[in-house]
């Protein structure tokens, strides 16, 4: 049964998850165990709770205690749920609340990338992807287009970010993700017998449209941050180079608008 408690002081250091503490300090490096995440909207603590994610608490607009909210809290337990009308829920937390709802989440245990490849055909490598409303909006086309598992290096941006979380409508829990050793990734993605692909502009590269490329048993799709792009030891360390065709003298997609472009391509339809 959901542990209803109205919010009355916003000093109270129960309520610091939600509003003062950072997302750096949320992922509490220095202590993995306690490491937790903030998902946001009743659809994406439903999809966290569906992978088996712990809820630590709730902060909710009063209305959904016994609206629509009602089965999600019972999903809940006897976690600490913080109620209020929403404009007291944006004061606190500096932010509106989308649909209402947040859920304090404990970080999950990821498996490493070798493990994730083992069980993959297709997989996304994200270098160094920073924004994380990009990482969100690809992960949410990753689910969609046949993507078995994100794998990202350790300089790019958080998936269980809040906005991060929000914007991939949590498919961050449907996608298996983990990170990329340091160091020579493509020769560990080579060892498991993957073939590699950057996305990049270059006169060399293969259309996106190539029928070769569906054909190819296993490959990683590389994707590389905002604005530069891959790293040029990067692409010069991939199989293949794939470019998407432009026209009207537009040189280069969004990272996140190039990802469901290429996943259609190379995954959707891969033999």
Aim: net charge negative; aromatic share 6%.
């Amino acid at each position: 049964m959901p542990n209803i408690i109205d919010i009355t002081d916003f000093s109270d250091p129960a309520l610091d998850i939600y509003a003062r503490l950072t997302e750096n300090q949320l992922l509490n490096r220095a202590d993995p165990l306690n490491a937790v995440f903030i998902a946001e909207s009743p659809l994406v603590i439903e999809r966290a709770l569906d992978a088996g994610c712990v809820p630590v608490s709730v902060l909710t607009e009063r209305k959904l205690i016994e609206g629509r909210g009602k089965e999600l809290l019972e999903r809940c337990g006897d976690v600490p749920v913080y109620a209020a009308e929403l404009p007291v829920l944006i004061q606190l937390t500096g932010f509106h609340l989308t649909r209402g709802m947040l859920c304090a989440m404990r970080r999950p245990a990821l498996a490493t990338a070798e493990e994730l490849c083992r069980k993959s055909r297709r997989v996304a490598v994200l270098e160094n992807v920073m924004n994380p409303t990009n990482l969100g909006a690809i992960f949410r086309s990753a689910a969609a287009l046949g993507v078995d598992a994100v794998l990202l290096t350790s300089a790019g941006s958080d998936p269980l970010y809040r906005r991060a979380v929000r914007v991939s409508m949590g498919t961050v829990f449907q996608v298996p993700w983990s990170y990329l050793p340091e160091g020579d990734w493509q020769k560990l993605l080579h060892a498991l017998g993957f073939q590699t692909a950057a996305m990049a502009l270059r006169d060399d590269s293969l259309s996106v449209s190539d029928p070769r490329l569906p054909k190819i048993e296993k490959l990683a799709v590389v994707l590389g941050t905002e604005g530069d792009g891959l790293a040029p030891e990067t692409i010069a360390g991939c199989d293949y180079t794939v470019r998407i065709p432009m026209s009207h003298g537009v040189d280069s997609l969004n990272v996140a608008a190039a990802s469901a472009v290429a996943f259609y391509a190379l995954c959707v339809n891969c033999e």
